[in-house]
């Protein structure tokens, strides 16, 4: 079980968002040589920035920037967890990329669509460095803004895709290559016990346009060429997995959709046994997407 990670949020800790102090930086992982620091989008939203080893010889360049939304079911995880960065730290070391992993605040104590409002917000703060003015001077100084990608896993898949398609409707000067949603979770006809626990204002079904995007009309707006849907063999949401994939090349949205199945694993098996040869293989094919996405348009 992922463990809850409380908040505190301070005038001090929120005012630090833009420049972070000493004791917020993490060292670099031995292996990789990736930073990471820790910091407040606004009081309610901790977030972490991790950025690869450079080299100062290197001439300076510009790298695209991975925007990653934590699974959990919308009330466990954290973007500060040992999941998170075990999963994030190679995938940075190796694509090269930035990577932003957004917080936000968890139900049952904010009940949905708190969370949707906090990475619509988070994603806010991210595109105030698209003119590379904004408070943060990593993403400033390394990131392209018009070589974005945005993930997440379960029911960080559902909001990556809310934020994706908000990005679109809204034109915030990033330029999104493309959306990998890992073992998404979407609502069906039946609702779920524990949404309806989690989102008392929602039907919890699938004519929720932020639960399943097959009832969104803004679903043709999504903000991206590119959608990879990643399911696994095993997991129980495998066949929203397979609806949603069906349910963007059903629709107007005109992009290209991607399925891949995990075969023999089941839900979170990269974040859960990263080292084992399965998810090795599995990073390799998610920096494969991302490599054959980024190209100048």
Aim: proline share 9%; charged share 20%.
């Amino acid at each position: 079980m992922i463990s809850r990670h409380s908040y505190v949020s301070t005038p001090t800790a929120a005012s630090n968002a833009s420049s972070p102090s000493p004791a917020s930086r993490r060292p670099p992982t031995p292996l990789t040589g990736v930073q990471s620091k820790d910091l407040f989008i606004s009081p309610d939203i901790k977030s972490r920035i991790f950025l690869p080893k450079l080299t100062p010889s290197d001439p300076p360049q510009k790298l695209l920037l991975i925007i990653h939304v934590h699974g959990g079911a919308f009330c466990i995880g954290s973007p500060l967890s040992t999941l998170t960065h075990n999963f994030l730290t190679p995938l940075v070391s190796q694509t090269p990329a930035v990577a932003v992993s957004i917080g936000y605040r968890l139900a049952p104590e904010h009940p949905l669509p708190a969370a949707y409002h906090d990475c619509w917000t988070a994603f806010q703060w991210i595109a105030s460095h698209a003119a590379g003015t904004g408070p943060d001077p990593w993403i400033n100084d390394y990131v392209d803004t018009g070589r974005v990608f945005v993930t997440g896993e379960s029911a960080g898949a559902n909001l990556a895709h809310y934020i994706t398609v908000q990005a679109g409707v809204n034109q915030t000067g990033l330029g999104i290559r493309g959306l990998i949603a890992v073992h998404p979770y979407f609502s069906e006809e039946k609702p779920d016990k524990l949404i309806r626990y989690l989102y008392p204002g929602s039907s919890c079904t699938d004519d929720d346009p932020k639960l399943n995007p097959r009832s969104d009309p803004d679903l043709e707006k999504m903000g991206c060429p590119r959608v990879l849907v990643v399911v696994a063999e095993k997991d129980f949401l495998k066949p929203r997995g397979a609806e949603y994939k069906e349910t963007l090349e059903g629709s107007k949205w005109g992009g290209k959709v991607e399925l891949l199945e995990n075969e023999g694993e089941d839900h979170f098996f990269h974040l859960f046994d990263p080292s084992s040869e399965n998810a090795k293989g599995f990073l390799q094919t998610l920096i494969s997407f991302i490599g054959s996405s980024n190209v100048s348009e």
